[in-house]
């Protein structure tokens, strides 16, 4: 052997001590010459040498191992790559042992899963080892030719004890776990089918005036395809069955007597709950003009609640599965029968006519867009209202006229109340108060005569009308008080035409408001559902005149507007008195409003004997500074939004209303949040719409 190999010999034999060290070591025995020479105790380990190539056998059986474990999971085992598979036991086959430290480690690992530590915490413990420890005998047998194999070893332990935890978790909630579909509660069970058709017949007289949904042909056809496989699940058609239970609903809510309204209220709300249980399916699922029609009824019916917000999300889908459908573009119906597409055309419009309503009273962006909407309304025709009455003629024109109302109370939300406004100077804005107060006054010389506001003789129309047609004019009335609800504060930078421009819009709002008042008394209240939902017109002709007082109390027609919230104040007094609904609590907010008229028009004229209030009520006057706050509000929300702040459950609206009243009235020092004013027979909780 050479020099140089025996050096060679005795650099790989070296002593521990040496080897730590790194020094050249003599291997001489029983002690070297430098451990010889410090005192130290002399230790040659052995030779580290590749070993057997038993590493590759077991690396093997891990990965059967690891592949028997997830065909238990129920994953696919992922053995290719070995190509080999073993039984269980040769993880203890005395002829493939390796280090006995792994073997230890590996067995608690599969005793103790939830505990297993990571093979590099292993080596990074060992790394971190002090060097003046003398190395064990099992340690030294690992060479740095096996660095491969560990990590090839680690990566099969981590894939073993990744899993082996979870497996009985897995198999517990597998066996828990229902893989069906979604399963609808039925709250009660449809009538006798000879019992809703004769309900269908005469329920939606007034219904179909103000929003002709609800045809009795097809609903009758609907009743004998769900009786003619009475055991089918509601899943099985979600668009019939809520279309069907929403239908019994809104006529046994409209047909309800006073003297057994609360038992007919409770059960108009059990037939609700199954329509609304299908509201996923046909959210996600409606692919036809039957589920928009289920829907618009349940949004229909939940008017006759004080839940604005279930209502707008009711709308917005009944929009959003409008455009889908693709109902907005005529192209639509270039392939249809005339009955179908004057079904699916009606339908569509009184979805529009619900969500420019919705935008209006609540301050809520639209979701249709009338650049892109090509469909005509010029031969829109509306559902006779009975199967007795066969004339459609009126239903049909308050239907146009209302559709016509929509798209300028569109307008108006968008040029004013909406961001276009921000971008214009006051002559732009004041440009486009003309155009809608012009557009307003062309739209009601349109009107037939025999509806027309001047002209209509309450008498002589039919009594399924009265309705409808208050709704109409409600809503321009409403559209009046808005666009001026605006123009008032607008300053012109000429003096003259910004004192003409208020008195002129002052003025118009006073009318409007007065208007509105003064039909009060044409409105039906055997429907409490549908009066509450009227209300937020007058309570905003009642905001609208309180301003105008404040404003200016010595204006000649300060009287007058004291006069008129005291009708609404009469109004709701009868209301409570006949017990027709709830109103306490309306009613005393709207004579606090009265009251705070009285007092500020007595601080320069004295009124008291004539109106019967006292005017000993100073700590209410209304502050300098708090008017001009209330002013900036205003700009921003309309009277109808204040108001159905109110009456109605949106957030936003109801923290705007409070922060207007809390000024106004000082009984209003705490949101309105948690008592509301709208009656009890009306919340959607109290009947059992809830979210368990």
Known sequence: MSSKARETKKALNACSQCQRRKKRCDNRSPKCSSCTERSLTCIYEGVRRRGPGKGRVYLQKLEARVAELESTL???????????????????????????????????????????????????????????????????????????????????KERLFAAFPERQTVKSF????????????????????????SM?????????YILPLFNAHILSDLLEEHYADPTASPGKNPARWAMLNAAIAVAIQSRAALDSQTKMIEL???????????????????????????????AIFMQGSSDMWTTSALISTAVRLS??????????YSLLNSATATRSMRVFWITYILDKDMSASTGLPSLYDDSVTSLGYSDLTAISPSSFDTDVELPSALLRARVELAMIIHRLEVRLYHGTARSQNTW???????ELDGRLESWKKKLPSNFHPNHINWSAAPAASVESILILYFAYYQALISTHWFAADLEPDNANSAIWQGRSSNDIQASAASQIIRLLHHFPTQQPGRLWHMMQHPISACITLLLLVYKNPTDTLAFSHIHDIGRVVNFLSQLDREKVLEVGPLLSLCHDLESQAVHSVSETVSIPKILGHSSDRGGLAMQEPRLKILTQVTRATSSVQLAQGLIGNIPSLRSTAFEFFSGLIPAWQAPPFETSLAPSLLIPERHGFAFA
């Not at 067995?107 to 413990?125: F, Q």
């Not at 709300?269 to 009824?297: H, P, Q």
């Not at 455009?323 to 639509?332: A, F, N, R, V």
């Open 428 to 434: 732009q804005l004041l440009e486009e108060v003309v």
């Open 200 to 208: 269908f017949e005469v329920a939606f007289n007034e219904i179909n």
């Open 268 to 298: 108009s709300w059990s037939f609700f709950k199954n329509a609304f249980t299908m509201y996923s399916a046909i959210a996600f699922r409606g692919a036809d003009v039957l589920a928009l029609e289920a829907l618009l009824a349940m």
């Open 323 to 332: 455009l889908t459908l693709g109902l907005h573009q005529k192209s639509y």
């Open 174 to 197: 597998s066996s828990q776990a229902d893989h069906g579909p979604f399963i609808s509660p039925i709250f009660i069970q449809l009538p006798p089918k000879h019992q809703a058709q």
């Open 74 to 156: 129920g994953k696919p085992a992922n053995t290719a790559s070995s190509g080999l598979v073993a039984p269980d036991t040769s993880l203890t086959n005395p002829s493939y042992t390796i280090s006995p430290n792994h073997s230890a480690r590996a067995r608690d690992l599969v005793a103790v899963p939830g505990n297993s530590p990571s093979v590099t915490d292993a080596d990074t413990a060992q790394k971190d080892a002090p060097r003046d420890q003398p190395t064990t005998p099992k340690s030294a047998r690992l060479s740095a030719a096996s660095c491969s194999y560990n990590g090839a070893i680690s990566s099969a």
